[in-house]
Protein backbone atom coordinates (compact mmCIF):
# COMPACT_ATOMS: atom_id res chain seq x y z
CA UNK A 1 0.00 0.00 0.00
CA UNK A 2 3.00 2.63 0.97
CA UNK A 3 4.55 1.73 -2.03
CA UNK A 4 1.16 2.34 -4.44
CA UNK A 5 0.63 5.78 -2.58
CA UNK A 6 4.09 6.96 -3.17
CA UNK A 7 3.76 5.71 -6.85
CA UNK A 8 0.45 7.87 -7.58
CA UNK A 9 2.82 10.55 -5.65
CA UNK A 10 5.34 10.41 -7.76
CA UNK A 11 2.89 10.17 -10.76
CA UNK A 12 1.09 13.10 -9.87
CA UNK A 13 4.41 15.05 -8.95
CA UNK A 14 5.22 14.23 -12.11
CA UNK A 15 2.01 15.21 -14.39
CA UNK A 16 2.10 18.95 -12.51
CA UNK A 17 5.47 19.32 -13.57
CA UNK A 18 4.70 19.02 -17.17
CA UNK A 19 1.25 20.65 -17.02
CA UNK A 20 1.14 23.54 -18.76
CA UNK A 21 -0.47 26.55 -16.55
CA UNK A 22 -2.04 29.59 -19.04
CA UNK A 23 -0.52 32.14 -16.18
CA UNK A 24 3.11 30.92 -16.64
CA UNK A 25 3.22 31.85 -20.52
CA UNK A 26 -0.35 34.01 -21.34
CA UNK A 27 -1.64 37.40 -20.15
CA UNK A 28 -4.82 37.89 -20.02
CA UNK A 29 -5.39 39.74 -23.19
CA UNK A 30 -5.64 38.66 -26.98
CA UNK A 31 -2.81 38.62 -29.59
CA UNK A 32 -4.86 39.38 -32.95
CA UNK A 33 -2.70 37.98 -35.59
CA UNK A 34 -3.76 39.44 -39.46
CA UNK A 35 -2.11 37.45 -42.23
CA UNK A 36 -2.64 37.67 -45.89
CA UNK A 37 -2.75 34.29 -47.80
CA UNK A 38 -1.37 34.96 -51.17
CA UNK A 39 -0.67 32.86 -54.63
CA UNK A 40 -2.56 30.86 -56.99
CA UNK A 41 -3.37 27.23 -57.53
CA UNK A 42 0.85 26.90 -58.53
CA UNK A 43 2.45 28.37 -55.67
CA UNK A 44 0.80 30.00 -51.94
CA UNK A 45 2.36 31.80 -49.62
CA UNK A 46 1.72 33.63 -46.25
CA UNK A 47 2.18 37.20 -45.47
CA UNK A 48 2.28 38.64 -41.64
CA UNK A 49 -0.27 41.65 -42.46
CA UNK A 50 -0.26 43.26 -38.59
CA UNK A 51 -0.82 42.61 -35.07
CA UNK A 52 -2.92 43.79 -32.65
CA UNK A 53 -4.01 43.37 -28.86
CA UNK A 54 -7.26 43.05 -27.41
CA UNK A 55 -7.77 43.98 -23.63
CA UNK A 56 -9.05 40.21 -22.21
CA UNK A 57 -9.04 36.81 -23.86
CA UNK A 58 -12.08 34.93 -24.24
CA UNK A 59 -10.36 31.72 -25.27
CA UNK A 60 -9.58 28.21 -23.82
CA UNK A 61 -7.38 27.75 -20.89
CA UNK A 62 -6.39 24.31 -20.79
CA UNK A 63 -5.59 22.16 -23.33
CA UNK A 64 -3.14 24.78 -25.22
CA UNK A 65 -0.97 22.08 -26.64
CA UNK A 66 -3.70 20.37 -28.33
CA UNK A 67 -6.07 20.62 -31.28
CA UNK A 68 -9.85 19.59 -31.34
CA UNK A 69 -9.68 18.80 -35.24
CA UNK A 70 -7.41 18.82 -37.57
CA UNK A 71 -8.15 21.80 -40.10
CA UNK A 72 -7.46 22.73 -43.49
CA UNK A 73 -4.21 25.02 -41.42
CA UNK A 74 -2.68 25.06 -38.19
CA UNK A 75 -0.87 27.58 -35.47
CA UNK A 76 1.76 26.38 -33.36
CA UNK A 77 3.18 28.82 -30.39
CA UNK A 78 6.07 28.29 -29.27
CA UNK A 79 8.32 29.45 -26.08
CA UNK A 80 11.73 31.76 -28.38
CA UNK A 81 13.53 30.90 -25.48
CA UNK A 82 13.10 26.85 -25.01
CA UNK A 83 11.26 26.00 -27.71
CA UNK A 84 8.26 24.28 -25.90
CA UNK A 85 5.33 24.08 -27.40
CA UNK A 86 2.73 27.02 -25.83
CA UNK A 87 -0.36 27.25 -28.03
CA UNK A 88 -2.12 25.46 -31.14
CA UNK A 89 -5.23 25.97 -33.17
CA UNK A 90 -6.62 24.86 -36.52
CA UNK A 91 -8.38 26.81 -39.19
CA UNK A 92 -9.62 26.60 -42.63
CA UNK A 93 -9.80 29.13 -45.10
CA UNK A 94 -12.12 30.95 -47.78
CA UNK A 95 -8.55 31.33 -49.65
CA UNK A 96 -7.38 27.39 -49.54
CA UNK A 97 -11.05 26.64 -51.07
CA UNK A 98 -10.52 28.77 -53.78
CA UNK A 99 -7.01 27.20 -54.82
CA UNK A 100 -9.49 24.26 -55.86
CA UNK A 101 -11.28 26.55 -58.41
CA UNK A 102 -10.61 26.61 -61.83
CA UNK A 103 -9.71 30.82 -61.72
CA UNK A 104 -6.71 29.69 -59.38
CA UNK A 105 -5.21 28.18 -62.08
CA UNK A 106 -5.63 31.40 -64.29
CA UNK A 107 -5.49 34.01 -61.43
CA UNK A 108 -2.99 34.91 -58.47
CA UNK A 109 -5.09 36.73 -55.21
CA UNK A 110 -4.27 37.56 -51.65
CA UNK A 111 -6.97 37.39 -49.19
CA UNK A 112 -7.05 38.74 -45.52
CA UNK A 113 -7.14 36.04 -42.53
CA UNK A 114 -7.30 36.65 -39.30
CA UNK A 115 -6.33 34.52 -36.14
CA UNK A 116 -6.86 34.94 -31.85
CA UNK A 117 -3.98 33.85 -29.93
CA UNK A 118 -3.50 34.00 -26.11
CA UNK A 119 -1.24 36.94 -25.65
CA UNK A 120 2.96 35.71 -24.47
CA UNK A 121 4.16 36.92 -21.68
CA UNK A 122 7.65 36.56 -23.58
CA UNK A 123 9.01 36.49 -26.87
CA UNK A 124 7.02 33.84 -28.95
CA UNK A 125 7.56 32.14 -32.16
CA UNK A 126 4.45 31.43 -34.02
CA UNK A 127 4.48 28.80 -36.47
CA UNK A 128 1.38 28.98 -39.31
CA UNK A 129 1.19 26.45 -41.93
CA UNK A 130 -1.52 25.62 -44.61
CA UNK A 131 -2.03 22.00 -46.04
CA UNK A 132 -3.55 20.76 -49.20
CA UNK A 133 -6.37 18.07 -49.22
CA UNK A 134 -3.56 15.60 -49.27
CA UNK A 135 -2.10 16.76 -45.98
CA UNK A 136 1.23 18.49 -47.55
CA UNK A 137 2.51 22.02 -47.09
CA UNK A 138 1.35 23.77 -49.23
CA UNK A 139 2.91 26.92 -47.59
CA UNK A 140 4.20 27.99 -44.34
CA UNK A 141 5.97 30.91 -42.34
CA UNK A 142 7.58 31.46 -39.17
CA UNK A 143 7.55 35.02 -37.45
CA UNK A 144 8.65 36.12 -33.49
CA UNK A 145 6.31 38.28 -31.94
CA UNK A 146 7.76 40.46 -28.37
CA UNK A 147 4.98 41.32 -26.46
CA UNK A 148 6.81 44.67 -25.85
CA UNK A 149 6.86 45.54 -29.58
CA UNK A 150 5.39 49.28 -29.72
CA UNK A 151 4.12 48.26 -32.98
CA UNK A 152 1.24 45.67 -31.71
CA UNK A 153 -1.56 48.02 -32.23
CA UNK A 154 -3.95 48.36 -28.92
CA UNK A 155 -7.36 47.81 -29.64
CA UNK A 156 -10.84 47.56 -28.18
CA UNK A 157 -10.36 50.26 -25.73
CA UNK A 158 -12.49 52.84 -26.81
CA UNK A 159 -15.25 53.06 -29.79
CA UNK A 160 -17.00 49.51 -28.79
CA UNK A 161 -19.19 48.56 -31.35
CA UNK A 162 -23.42 48.64 -29.22
CA UNK A 163 -24.22 45.19 -27.98
CA UNK A 164 -26.31 43.30 -25.67
CA UNK A 165 -26.38 39.52 -24.35
CA UNK A 166 -29.26 37.32 -25.77
CA UNK A 167 -27.46 34.38 -23.33
CA UNK A 168 -25.21 35.05 -20.57
CA UNK A 169 -24.29 31.75 -19.23
CA UNK A 170 -21.06 32.66 -17.48
CA UNK A 171 -17.75 34.12 -17.72
CA UNK A 172 -15.57 33.56 -20.46
CA UNK A 173 -13.17 31.38 -19.34
CA UNK A 174 -15.87 28.76 -17.97
CA UNK A 175 -18.35 29.75 -21.85
CA UNK A 176 -17.56 29.18 -25.14
CA UNK A 177 -18.42 33.02 -26.46
CA UNK A 178 -20.23 33.39 -29.77
CA UNK A 179 -20.68 37.30 -31.08
CA UNK A 180 -23.65 37.30 -34.19
CA UNK A 181 -23.01 40.64 -35.95
CA UNK A 182 -24.94 42.53 -38.27
CA UNK A 183 -24.62 42.45 -41.84
CA UNK A 184 -26.71 44.91 -44.56
CA UNK A 185 -28.44 46.30 -41.37
CA UNK A 186 -28.80 50.43 -41.00
CA UNK A 187 -28.33 51.81 -37.54
CA UNK A 188 -32.25 52.26 -38.24
CA UNK A 189 -32.93 48.55 -38.68
CA UNK A 190 -30.70 47.59 -35.48
CA UNK A 191 -34.19 46.58 -33.77
CA UNK A 192 -34.51 44.01 -37.04
CA UNK A 193 -30.70 42.81 -36.49
CA UNK A 194 -31.79 42.00 -32.80
CA UNK A 195 -34.94 40.35 -33.54
CA UNK A 196 -32.96 38.23 -35.90
CA UNK A 197 -30.11 37.61 -33.63
CA UNK A 198 -32.81 36.37 -31.20
CA UNK A 199 -33.94 33.51 -34.00
CA UNK A 200 -30.82 32.47 -34.79
CA UNK A 201 -29.73 31.98 -31.26
CA UNK A 202 -33.02 30.45 -30.42
CA UNK A 203 -32.52 27.76 -33.61
CA UNK A 204 -29.12 27.14 -32.74
CA UNK A 205 -30.18 25.64 -28.88
CA UNK A 206 -33.34 23.97 -30.42
CA UNK A 207 -30.59 21.41 -31.66
CA UNK A 208 -28.52 18.59 -30.00
CA UNK A 209 -26.00 18.84 -28.73
CA UNK A 210 -26.14 22.03 -28.59
CA UNK A 211 -29.39 22.09 -26.35
CA UNK A 212 -28.37 20.39 -23.73
CA UNK A 213 -25.21 22.16 -23.43
CA UNK A 214 -26.46 25.80 -24.06
CA UNK A 215 -25.03 26.49 -20.29
CA UNK A 216 -22.01 26.44 -21.70
CA UNK A 217 -22.61 29.64 -24.36
CA UNK A 218 -22.42 33.08 -24.15
CA UNK A 219 -24.30 34.40 -27.10
CA UNK A 220 -23.86 38.63 -27.75
CA UNK A 221 -25.58 40.28 -30.51
CA UNK A 222 -23.47 43.27 -32.42
CA UNK A 223 -24.84 46.03 -34.47
CA UNK A 224 -22.02 46.21 -36.83
CA UNK A 225 -23.56 49.37 -39.24
CA UNK A 226 -24.32 49.13 -42.46
CA UNK A 227 -24.62 52.72 -44.77
CA UNK A 228 -26.96 50.17 -47.24
CA UNK A 229 -29.67 48.58 -46.55
CA UNK A 230 -28.94 44.75 -47.72
CA UNK A 231 -26.13 42.79 -49.57
CA UNK A 232 -24.34 42.43 -52.42
CA UNK A 233 -25.72 39.75 -55.22
CA UNK A 234 -23.52 40.26 -58.44
CA UNK A 235 -25.63 38.07 -60.42
CA UNK A 236 -28.57 41.01 -59.63
CA UNK A 237 -25.96 43.62 -60.44
CA UNK A 238 -26.98 44.66 -56.72
CA UNK A 239 -23.44 46.28 -54.96
CA UNK A 240 -24.34 47.49 -51.45
CA UNK A 241 -21.67 49.59 -49.01
CA UNK A 242 -21.82 47.43 -46.06
CA UNK A 243 -20.00 46.64 -43.14
CA UNK A 244 -18.19 43.42 -44.46
CA UNK A 245 -18.87 43.90 -47.68
CA UNK A 246 -20.26 40.34 -48.16
CA UNK A 247 -21.71 39.28 -51.25
CA UNK A 248 -23.27 36.08 -53.28
CA UNK A 249 -21.91 34.36 -56.31
CA UNK A 250 -18.55 33.75 -54.07
CA UNK A 251 -16.00 31.28 -56.87
CA UNK A 252 -19.05 32.02 -59.26
CA UNK A 253 -21.55 29.79 -57.18
CA UNK A 254 -25.07 31.62 -56.82
CA UNK A 255 -25.83 30.66 -53.19
CA UNK A 256 -22.49 31.00 -51.91
CA UNK A 257 -22.62 33.99 -49.83
CA UNK A 258 -18.97 35.13 -47.97
CA UNK A 259 -16.81 38.15 -47.47
CA UNK A 260 -13.01 38.33 -48.19
CA UNK A 261 -12.82 41.74 -45.81
CA UNK A 262 -11.90 39.39 -42.43
CA UNK A 263 -9.86 42.87 -40.49
CA UNK A 264 -13.43 44.28 -40.74
CA UNK A 265 -15.21 41.60 -39.34
CA UNK A 266 -13.06 41.41 -35.86
CA UNK A 267 -12.41 45.32 -36.09
CA UNK A 268 -16.03 45.92 -35.32
CA UNK A 269 -15.58 43.11 -32.55
CA UNK A 270 -12.31 44.73 -30.99
CA UNK A 271 -13.48 45.29 -26.97
CA UNK A 272 -15.54 42.40 -27.07
CA UNK A 273 -15.36 39.22 -25.45
CA UNK A 274 -15.47 36.41 -28.23
CA UNK A 275 -14.53 33.41 -29.86
CA UNK A 276 -17.08 31.68 -32.62
CA UNK A 277 -18.62 34.57 -34.92
CA UNK A 278 -22.16 34.38 -36.68
CA UNK A 279 -22.82 37.25 -39.22
CA UNK A 280 -26.96 37.53 -39.96
CA UNK A 281 -27.36 39.48 -43.70
CA UNK A 282 -29.97 41.56 -43.91
CA UNK A 283 -31.68 39.98 -47.38
CA UNK A 284 -34.20 37.61 -48.32
CA UNK A 285 -31.84 35.87 -50.89
CA UNK A 286 -30.68 32.32 -50.31
CA UNK A 287 -27.28 31.27 -49.18
CA UNK A 288 -24.60 31.49 -46.61
CA UNK A 289 -20.98 30.03 -45.91
CA UNK A 290 -19.05 28.74 -43.19
CA UNK A 291 -15.36 28.61 -42.79
CA UNK A 292 -14.05 26.37 -39.83
CA UNK A 293 -12.77 28.54 -37.10
CA UNK A 294 -13.56 31.67 -38.97
CA UNK A 295 -16.91 32.63 -39.48
CA UNK A 296 -20.64 31.70 -40.30
CA UNK A 297 -22.41 33.93 -42.57
CA UNK A 298 -26.02 33.46 -43.58
CA UNK A 299 -28.97 35.49 -44.55
CA UNK A 300 -31.67 36.49 -42.25
CA UNK A 301 -34.84 36.89 -44.12
CA UNK A 302 -35.36 33.54 -46.64
CA UNK A 303 -37.46 31.01 -45.29
CA UNK A 304 -34.83 28.70 -44.57
CA UNK A 305 -32.83 30.77 -42.43
CA UNK A 306 -33.52 28.85 -39.22
CA UNK A 307 -32.09 25.59 -40.23
CA UNK A 308 -29.12 27.34 -42.53
CA UNK A 309 -27.73 29.53 -39.78
CA UNK A 310 -27.51 25.81 -38.08
CA UNK A 311 -26.00 23.97 -40.89
CA UNK A 312 -23.13 27.10 -41.39
CA UNK A 313 -22.39 26.72 -37.66
CA UNK A 314 -21.90 23.19 -37.65
CA UNK A 315 -19.22 23.85 -40.58
CA UNK A 316 -17.54 27.04 -38.77
CA UNK A 317 -17.70 25.49 -34.83
CA UNK A 318 -18.16 21.97 -35.35
CA UNK A 319 -15.77 21.44 -38.07
CA UNK A 320 -18.58 19.49 -39.86
CA UNK A 321 -18.17 18.77 -43.55
CA UNK A 322 -21.10 18.57 -45.64
CA UNK A 323 -23.13 15.77 -46.32
CA UNK A 324 -24.68 17.10 -49.64
CA UNK A 325 -23.26 15.84 -53.60
CA UNK A 326 -23.30 16.97 -56.94
CA UNK A 327 -22.10 15.48 -59.85
CA UNK A 328 -21.15 18.86 -61.65
CA UNK A 329 -19.87 21.00 -58.24
CA UNK A 330 -16.92 23.67 -58.64
CA UNK A 331 -15.48 21.47 -56.02
CA UNK A 332 -15.36 18.18 -56.59
CA UNK A 333 -11.95 18.00 -56.22
CA UNK A 334 -12.03 19.05 -52.72
CA UNK A 335 -11.58 15.30 -50.86
CA UNK A 336 -9.34 13.20 -52.18
CA UNK A 337 -10.57 9.72 -52.71
CA UNK A 338 -7.14 7.98 -51.28
CA UNK A 339 -6.63 10.29 -47.86
CA UNK A 340 -9.27 10.09 -45.02
CA UNK A 341 -10.74 13.82 -44.59
CA UNK A 342 -10.06 15.54 -40.78
CA UNK A 343 -14.05 16.17 -41.05
CA UNK A 344 -15.27 13.70 -38.78
CA UNK A 345 -18.83 13.22 -40.72
CA UNK A 346 -17.30 12.33 -43.68
CA UNK A 347 -15.01 9.18 -44.74
CA UNK A 348 -13.42 7.83 -47.85
CA UNK A 349 -12.35 4.77 -45.84
CA UNK A 350 -9.17 5.10 -45.75
CA UNK A 351 -9.21 5.17 -41.91
CA UNK A 352 -12.91 4.66 -40.96
CA UNK A 353 -11.91 3.45 -37.41
CA UNK A 354 -11.06 6.60 -36.74
CA UNK A 355 -14.28 8.03 -37.32
CA UNK A 356 -17.60 6.34 -36.79
CA UNK A 357 -16.68 2.72 -37.07
CA UNK A 358 -17.65 2.29 -33.47
CA UNK A 359 -20.98 3.43 -33.77
CA UNK A 360 -22.08 0.54 -36.27
CA UNK A 361 -24.42 -1.50 -35.20
CA UNK A 362 -23.38 -5.52 -35.28
CA UNK A 363 -23.78 -6.56 -39.13
CA UNK A 364 -24.14 -3.11 -40.43
CA UNK A 365 -24.42 -3.56 -44.17
CA UNK A 366 -20.87 -1.49 -45.81
CA UNK A 367 -21.83 0.69 -47.70
CA UNK A 368 -25.39 1.03 -46.61
CA UNK A 369 -28.18 1.11 -48.85
CA UNK A 370 -30.49 3.45 -48.44
CA UNK A 371 -33.11 1.42 -48.59
CA UNK A 372 -31.97 0.93 -44.99
CA UNK A 373 -31.79 3.42 -43.69
CA UNK A 374 -34.84 3.24 -41.24
CA UNK A 375 -32.86 0.08 -40.19
CA UNK A 376 -29.25 1.77 -40.20
CA UNK A 377 -29.37 4.99 -38.05
CA UNK A 378 -25.92 5.01 -38.78
CA UNK A 379 -24.60 3.54 -41.77
CA UNK A 380 -21.80 4.24 -44.43
CA UNK A 381 -23.88 5.63 -47.08
CA UNK A 382 -22.30 7.05 -50.34
CA UNK A 383 -22.38 10.04 -51.81
CA UNK A 384 -20.68 13.07 -49.32
CA UNK A 385 -18.22 16.32 -49.57
CA UNK A 386 -19.77 17.28 -52.89
CA UNK A 387 -19.12 13.40 -54.53
CA UNK A 388 -21.49 11.19 -55.71
CA UNK A 389 -19.15 8.25 -55.35
CA UNK A 390 -15.57 7.12 -53.00
CA UNK A 391 -17.06 9.71 -49.84
CA UNK A 392 -19.46 8.13 -47.29
CA UNK A 393 -21.84 9.95 -45.10
CA UNK A 394 -23.28 8.37 -41.65
CA UNK A 395 -26.63 8.40 -42.01
CA UNK A 396 -29.10 9.27 -44.81
CA UNK A 397 -30.18 12.42 -43.82
CA UNK A 398 -29.22 15.39 -42.04
CA UNK A 399 -28.97 18.77 -40.93
CA UNK A 400 -25.85 18.94 -42.89
CA UNK A 401 -27.02 17.41 -45.98
CA UNK A 402 -30.46 18.87 -46.23
CA UNK A 403 -32.16 22.19 -44.78
CA UNK A 404 -35.47 20.05 -44.67
CA UNK A 405 -34.42 17.68 -41.69
CA UNK A 406 -34.82 18.79 -38.21
CA UNK A 407 -31.40 17.41 -36.13
CA UNK A 408 -27.77 16.27 -36.56
CA UNK A 409 -27.08 13.18 -36.95
CA UNK A 410 -25.76 10.80 -34.10
CA UNK A 411 -22.44 10.88 -35.47
CA UNK A 412 -22.33 15.09 -36.13
CA UNK A 413 -24.18 15.57 -32.23
CA UNK A 414 -21.24 13.28 -31.23
CA UNK A 415 -18.88 15.35 -32.89
CA UNK A 416 -19.44 18.50 -31.65
CA UNK A 417 -20.36 17.67 -28.14
CA UNK A 418 -16.43 16.67 -28.08
CA UNK A 419 -15.65 20.45 -29.62
CA UNK A 420 -18.16 21.86 -26.97
CA UNK A 421 -16.01 20.01 -24.32
CA UNK A 422 -12.70 20.18 -25.58
CA UNK A 423 -13.25 24.13 -25.05
CA UNK A 424 -15.04 23.78 -21.69
CA UNK A 425 -13.77 20.63 -19.79
Same mark, same amino acid.
Not at 264 to 277: K, N, Q, R, V, W
Given at each position: ????????????????????????????????????????????????????????????????????????????? /????????????????????????????????????????????????????????????????????????????????????????????????????????????????????????????????????? /?????????????????????????????????????????????????????????????????????????????????????????????????????????????????????????????????????????????????????????????????????????????????????????????????????????????? /?????????
Amino acid at each position: MKKYSLFLLCLMATISLHAQRFADYFADKTLRVDYIFTGNAAKQEICLDGLSCLPSWAGRKHHLSELPLQGNGQIIM /RDAANGNVIYKTSFSSLFQEWLETEEAKAVTKGLENTFLLPHPLRPAEIEITLFDPRRNVRASMKHTVNPDDILIHQKGTAHITPHKYLLQSGNTDKCIDVAILAEGYTPEEMSVFYEDAAIACESLFAHEPF /RSMKKRFNIVAVASPSEDSGVSVPRLREWKRTAFNSHFSTFYSDRYLTTSRVKSIHDALAGIPYEHIIILANTEEYGGGGIYNSYTLTTAHHPMFRPVVVHEFGHSFGGLADEYFYDDDVMTDTYPLDVEPWEQNISTRIDFSSKWEDMLAQKTPVPTPTSESKTYRVGVYEGAGYSAKGIYRPADNCRMRTNEYPTFCPVCERAI /RRVIEFYTE
